[in-house]
């Protein structure tokens, strides 16, 4: 089963904090350790796992459903 599918089962809630915690996870660390090489790497791959989560939302079928609803408000 591709892990996108796992996602799709996912309540709205749940997909924005799959995407937001490792960020907030982040940044609390880089705030109880300070400036150091690790927390900058930590907040790194977090910002992009946030990208990438917010970029693929739009593939999600129940999103190109509600996309395409949307479109069809507008013809």
């Known amino acids: ?3 996108g599918g796992l ?5 709205p809630h749940v ?6 915690a490792p960020f907030v996870a982040a940044m609390g660390f880089r705030v109880a350790t300070g400036r150091s090489r690790t927390a900058s790497v930590l907040i790194s791959i977090a910002t ?3 990208a990438v989560m917010v970029l693929l939302a739009p593939m999600s079928a129940a999103m190109q459903e509600d ?8 013809h």
């Open 7 to 11: 996602l799709e089962q996912l309540s």
């Open 67 to 74: 996309l395409y609803r949307l479109g069809s408000l507008f």
């Open 48 to 50: 992009t796992w946030f």
């Open 15 to 20: 997909r924005v904090a799959t995407a937001v």
């Open 1 to 3: 089963m591709f892990p």
